[in-house]
């Protein structure tokens, strides 16, 4: 189609034309995703409003926090009494593997990307996007910056809706220990996507193993070291171009 | 306030690790023997979460927790989405619990 109406309209339009679908492609694989941790967010609206946070600056910082499993950390050490220390302690504990992430997807965020997307691209690193930057490759910078954009924007406006609407529905929410499994479960889905390569599945299958044992250490420590395991036990991957 | 101020200073930390190798360090500086590892980190991560949320309930939950875990692998894998597993595990969950 691009092809067809260039002649016609001069090169902008082939671009415009590719831009658009990229913004598709984003919106249609993070729809779904975003919708499957809406329950989460749910139930995290709900947590925030038994800890009495404010309403408008609590969804303030659920969309620059970005990240569900570190936020209820930190809200539940608070709820059961810990000191504010330890509640941030934890929650940044919780968040270390963000480092990773970073380092694994540093690239894309720095090769042929303008200067500010190095500072506020990373902002939505997450367990999610960072399958979805996986499943990005052979799009170039501008196309990369535009799915992730797009996708950390769909995200994020599903997420704080849905924890504005767990802190609105408290009183009425049903079963709302049954919404702690929709993150996990989400967690699921992303593993039985990722083990198509026999290294992956070695990584999962020793993190998962590893967690068994060391997970009761405190403050998250126990799945970093977990995660460390495994990404240790998968070994070096194939050579660029092998 | 003190929830707030909490909040805000775990995702000023989380951000401080988030552009960590795309604002201050290039990836290209990480030893090889890292680098080299790091298209596993996902997978090794999303496990480690999981059985780490199994571990971590409360041991009245924990059967109902891997059986609804284990539904949302099934569906996941006839599917390949990801909404149909999630409403699999809260059904499941429900389902295991009103059955109790």
New interface residues.
């Given amino acids: 189609v691009a092809t067809t109406h260039a002649p016609h309209t001069g090169a902008a339009e082939p671009q415009d034309d590719a831009a658009h679908r990229v913004t598709q492609q984003a919106i249609r694989t993070t729809l779904?995703?975003a919708?499957?941790?809406a329950?989460f967010g749910a139930a995290l609206g709900v947590t925030?409003a038994e800890?009495?946070?404010?309403a408008v600056?609590?969804l303030s910082?659920?969309a620059?926090?970005?990240?569900g499993?570190?936020?209820l950390a930190?809200?539940a050490a608070?709820l059961g009494g810990g000191s504010?220390l330890g509640?941030?302690v934890l929650?940044?504990v919780v968040?270390?593997?963000?480092?990773?992430?970073?380092?694994?997807?540093?690239?894309r965020?720095?090769r042929g990307q303008p200067r500010w997307f190095?500072?506020v691209?990373?902002?939505t690193?997450i367990?999610q996007t960072?399958?979805l930057a996986?499943g990005a490759t052979g799009l170039g910078p501008a196309a990369f910056r535009r799915l992730w954009l797009v996708s950390g924007a769909v995200l994020g406006a599903v997420w704080v809706a849905a924890v504005a609407l767990g802190a609105r529905l408290i009183a009425v929410l049903p079963?709302t220990?049954?919404?702690r499994?929709?993150?996990?479960?989400?967690?699921?889905?992303?593993?039985?996507?990722?083990?198509a390569d026999r290294?992956?599945?070695?990584?999962?299958?020793?993190?998962?193993a590893?967690?068994?044992i060391v997970?009761?250490l405190p403050g998250?420590l126990?799945?970093l070291l977990?995660?460390g395991?495994?990404?240790?036990s998968?070994?070096?991957?194939p050579e660029v171009g092998s | 306030v003190?929830?707030?101020?909490?909040?805000?200073?775990?995702?000023a930390?989380?951000?401080l690790?988030?552009?960590?190798?795309?604002?201050f360090?290039?990836?290209e500086h990480?030893p090889?023997?890292?680098?080299?590892?790091?298209?596993?980190?996902?997978?090794?991560?999303?496990?480690?979460?999981?059985?780490?949320?199994?571990?971590?309930t409360p041991s009245h939950?924990r059967v109902t927790?891997v059986v609804?875990?284990a539904a949302?692998?099934v569906v996941?894998?006839l599917t390949?989405?990801?909404?149909l597993?999630?409403l699999?595990?809260?059904a499941t969950?429900?389902g295991l619990?009103a059955l109790r």
């Fill in positions: 779904p995703l919708l499957s941790v329950p925030m800890a009495q946070v404010p600056p609590g910082v659920t620059v926090l970005y990240a499993s570190a936020q930190t809200l608070l504010v509640a941030v929650g940044v968040n270390a593997r963000l480092l990773l992430y970073s380092a694994a997807l540093g690239d965020f720095r190095r500072w691209g990373p902002t690193i367990d960072v399958l996986r079963a220990e049954a919404f499994v929709a993150a996990p479960a989400v967690l699921v889905a992303l593993v039985m996507g990722s083990l290294r992956h599945r070695r990584a999962a299958l020793v993190a998962s590893v967690c068994l997970a009761p998250g126990g799945t977990a995660i395991a495994g990404v240790w998968a070994g070096p991957g | 003190t929830p707030l101020f909490a909040l805000g200073a775990v995702a930390m989380s951000w690790f988030r552009v960590t190798f795309s604002g360090v290039s990836p990480l090889s023997a890292i680098s080299d590892r790091l298209d596993a980190l996902a997978p090794a991560a999303f496990a480690a979460l999981v059985t780490a949320h199994v571990v971590g939950a927790t609804a875990m949302a692998a996941a894998r390949g989405g990801y909404a597993p999630v699999a595990a809260i969950f429900v619990g």
